[in-house]
Nanobody, 128 residues
Framework: EVQLQASGGGLVQSGGSLRLSCAAS????????VGWFRQAPGKEREAVSC????????RYSDFVEGRFTISTDNAKKTVYLQINNLKPEDTAVYYC?????????????????????WGQGTQVTVSS
């Protein structure tokens, strides 16, 4: 069974940076879309970014404003989310996720219902 392990979160000051990692075991990312989502206390889980691992094509939610970069290392079965210029409103639990089926086109979804396998989440806390 596919398992995803998210890591790299922590407590940082506003303006700082973090790199989150999502490692897959029991499966692969090669040929699949991988998404990053986040959920702040009292709010719904929202999409941050996704990537089609085969060619690295990526999509971002509007609030990213160029501060987030998603990337993949298929050999390491790991997807990264680099977050720069962190803001207090970025405080949330960040989750990575993968769909059930591999993709056949260079595209990924920002809709959470498209994703079946989810990591446990990693906490990002940004102090002002």
């Amino acid at each position: 069974e596919v398992q995803l392990q998210a890591s790299g979160g922590g407590l940082v000051q506003s303006g700082g940076s973090l790199r989150l990692s999502c490692a897959a075991s029991g499966g692969t990312f090669d040929g699949y879309a991988v998404g990053w989502f986040r959920q702040a206390p009292g709010k719904e889980r929202e999409a941050v970014s996704c990537i089609f691992s085969r060619d690295g094509s990526a999509r971002y939610s509007d609030f990213v404003e160029g501060r987030f970069t998603i990337s993949t290392d298929n050999a390491k079965k790991t997807v990264y989310l680099q977050i720069n210029n962190l803001k207090p409103e970025d405080t949330a639990v960040y989750y990575c996720a993968r769909p059930l089926m591999a993709g056949s086109i260079s595209w990924c979804s920002l809709m959470k219902y498209e994703y079946v396998y989810w990591g446990q989440g990693t906490q990002v806390t940004v102090s002002s």
